[in-house]
């Protein structure tokens, strides 16, 4: 019975994260506190999944990249590919995929790929050339660079945590570099075929801000007065003239030095009210003069101008963690609650401009905004959004650069030569950029992807019944039973390939999870086979998401930036994931044969 509920729970799981009822971390943590419950795990058995050290080091790697991003050296970095890039695209794709590839062997790959979108974005308007060449190649490169070392990854650390607790002892400590070889192959040929196949079939797509620079003339953003003998005054907006002028439209409200959270079309102008406006002109009238602007049509209804600002339009990208997502514009009240205006969005290969109000935000939408400088500085402040359209521009700690960088390199060497476990030089390394100011603890607890980690602890557990039930084991004989005759190079290639399909579905650590047992049973099972070929496998099948837009965060960001439609990565990517598929099923039992 116990098999039955853990079967059923895992199909339910399943459906929960491809159909996206729940936030995965509730969906798993739900199923492991359910286990606990129903008896299959007692609460000894349970607690014995925080012992596991996989999400204690990712935290750790989070906090290693967050330390690298406040002292600059990542933008560092992306400001030296944007001088070696130049202004070719074959050159931007080569020299981008290198540096990108190589980062990610050691940093999290999401901010690497979250500092050079800007970036890849900048320089594409700079030399006129179409930002959706280089975003699918952008992201590919931070995928299979974090294949080349244990920690490039979160999938490599679960699997490699998840075979060390087996007891097995040819499954000790993997090695800082064990994977480098076949990560290295995997760099190789997604560069390769890039280079020579990859951008031929990569789509010629059209970002939000393009759709509006080519469309739109020169837009101001004025604040008004409310005059004494204004007809304004103790009327709505739609009583007024005001709504029938096409090139005029209030943004917010202020009265008494406070924005009114009151709907726009609710509110009843008073003396004194503060209008904040935006206007589009055929010129500027008079560069020269203070306010800059005029108003035209407006003139007469008691209106006084104050200033003036040129509205800026930028494209910012809704976060995993945002606190936007699952809500509409018009329930977050979005216009005054940040006093700036959503133009357009974009949303799983479809540019909404207009009616998107209802729309509920998802991780990855594209939203194209458009406001004054300064809301703009402190809305893109928020982890809400991630800005596109230009580096965050926030002071980092330059002179602590040498201390971010020694201790990702004393964790590097001190893991390649396994003087101490990983767990214990990842919470060193991790003290070692707190002690030393290269950033504050409230930003590394900040910087904690903490959804991630507990939803690594629920599919943990996850695993944990698959073993203690026998499901794991059985699942492998059956397996075996049926591809079993073919040997240990079949059954390593239907493990990868396995792997690699479910990972396009649900998230790459939760695959891990749940396949990392069950590959140690197959190997069991086969009798004499080195176990440890099986858990590299599930690390590279686990980490080969390139035919979706949903089953790698990376993919996820550069889909909405890059205007893509979900289409493009299957059509760029499946060729690609068939080729690591035919390398990883010649090279894993040549390169690991016990």
């Not at 390593?492 to 990392?516: C, G, H, R």
Request: aromatic share 10%; net charge neutral.
């Amino acid at each position: 019975m116990d098999q039955f509920f853990v079967c059923f729970l895992l199909i339910v799981v399943f459906a929960a994260f491809v159909r996206e009822w729940f936030p995965p971390d509730m969906v798993a943590m739900g199923a492991f506190v359910l286990l606990m419950v129903s008896g299959v795990l007692t609460a000894d058995e349970a607690l014995s999944v925080f012992s596991n050290p996989a999400p204690i080091i990712i935290a750790c790697m989070f906090i290693l990249s967050a330390a690298l991003e406040r002292t600059g050296t990542i933008d560092a970095l992306g400001g030296w590919f944007e001088k070696a890039a130049g202004s070719r695209e074959k050159r931007i794709l080569i020299v981008l995929m290198a540096v990108v590839a190589v980062l990610s062997a050691f940093v999290n790959n999401t901010p690497v790929v979250v500092v050079f979108l800007p970036i890849v974005l900048a320089l594409s308007r700079k030399h006129n050339l179409v930002a959706s060449r280089f975003l699918i190649p952008l992201s590919y490169a931070a995928i299979v660079g974090g294949t080349c070392t244990i920690i490039g990854t979160s999938t490599n650390l679960i699997a490699a945590g998840i075979a060390e607790k087996s007891g097995d002892p040819r499954l000790a400590e993997f090695g800082m570099f064990e994977v480098s070889r076949l990560g290295i192959v995997f760099v190789a040929i997604t560069f390769l075929y890039m280079y020579f196949v990859g951008r031929h079939l990569l789509p010629d797509r059209i970002t939000l801000s393009t759709l509006f620079e080519a469309e739109e003339g020169k837009e101001f953003l004025t604040v008004a007065v409310v005059g004494e003998a204004s007809p304004l005054v103790g009327k709505t907006i739609g009583n007024t003239r005001l709504a029938k002028i096409r090139e005029f439209r209030i943004i917010e409200v202020t009265r008494r030095g406070a924005r009114l959270e009151t709907p726009l079309n609710k509110i009843a102008f008073e003396e004194g009210d503060q209008l904040l406006v935006k206007s589009r002109v055929a010129g500027v009238i008079d560069a020269g003069e203070t306010a800059g602007l005029e108003i035209g049509d407006a003139g007469d209804l008691g209106l006084k101008r104050l200033r003036t600002d040129s509205a800026v339009l930028m494209e910012g990208i809704i976060g995993p963690g945002s606190s936007l997502v699952g809500q509409s514009l018009k329930e977050l009240n979005f216009r005054q609650r940040f006093g700036v205006l959503i133009l357009a969005v974009h949303r799983r290969g479809v540019n909404l401009k207009e009616r998107f109000e209802a729309v509920k935000l998802a991780f990855g939408d594209t939203l194209l905004v458009e406001g004054p400088v300064d809301r703009m500085n402190s809305l893109f402040q928020e982890r809400d959004f991630i800005n596109l359209s230009q580096p965050k521009a926030r002071p980092v700690r330059r002179s602590k650069v040498p201390f971010a960088i020694g201790a990702l390199l004393l964790f590097m060497i001190f893991g390649a030569l396994k003087l101490s476990p990983l767990i214990v030089l990842a919470l060193a390394a991790a003290l070692l950029v707190l002690f030393t100011r290269c950033i504050e603890p409230s930003e590394a607890y900040e910087a904690v992807e903490w959804k991630v980690i507990f939803m690594i602890f629920g599919m943990l557990g996850m695993g944990m019944a698959l073993e203690k039930t026998g499901l794991a084991a059985d699942v492998a004989n059956w397996a075996t039973d049926i591809a079993g005759g073919y040997g240990r190079v079949v059954m390593i290639s239907i493990i990868y390939l396995l792997a690699a399909v479910l990972t396009e579905l649900i998230s790459n650590n939760a695959v891990a999870a749940l396949l990392t047992p069950i590959a140690i049973s197959v190997a069991a099972a086969l009798g004499d086979a080195d176990p440890r070929a099986f858990v590299i496998a599930v690390m590279f099948g686990a980490s080969a998401s390139f035919s979706t837009p949903i089953g790698y965060q990376t993919n996820t960001y550069v889909y909405g930036a890059g205007g893509y439609k979900f289409t493009d990565f299957a059509r760029v990517g499946v060729p690609l994931a068939f080729l690591l598929w035919v390398a990883a099923s010649a090279l894993i039992p040549l390169m690991w044969k016990g």
